[in-house]
Nanobody
């Protein structure tokens, strides 16, 4: 069974930076897309950024130019560097991986446990 473990959240002042990490552990699996979502109180979960196996990235308009997603395939890990943080970035951040468990052919979504990011004004 594959598990995702997140780290790196916390409290930061507006304008500050944080780096989130999410690592997958287990055996006999491969990862396709890695992504970060967030959910603020009273709001729906939204896609923040995603990165494909070839390194192609995509960002929500609200974070373009401030957040950078990257991946280390050897470590089954995704990172997100968050700079110039704003109070509206406050949310629980979740990683999401599309994972194929061998010998099955289909991919399924796995979620991390969530990490709180709080940006004070």
């Amino acid at each position: 069974q594959v598990q995702l473990v997140e780290s790196g959240g916390g409290l930061v002042q507006a304008g500050g930076s944080l780096r989130l990490s999410c690592a997958a552990s287990g055996t006999d699996f491969s990862i396709n897309t890695m992504a970060w979502y967030r959910q603020a109180p009273g709001k729906q979960r939204e896609l923040v950024a995603q990165i494909l196996t070839g390194g192609i990235t995509d960002y929500a308009d609200s974070v373009k130019g401030r957040f950078t997603i990257s991946r280390d395939n050897a470590k089954n890990t995704v990172y997100m560097q968050m700079n110039s943080l704003k109070p509206e970035d406050t949310a629980v951040y979740y990683c999401n991986f599309a994972i194929r468990n061998y010998p099955f052919r289909t991919y399924r979504n796995y979620w991390g446990q969530g990490t709180q990011v709080t940006v004070s004004s």
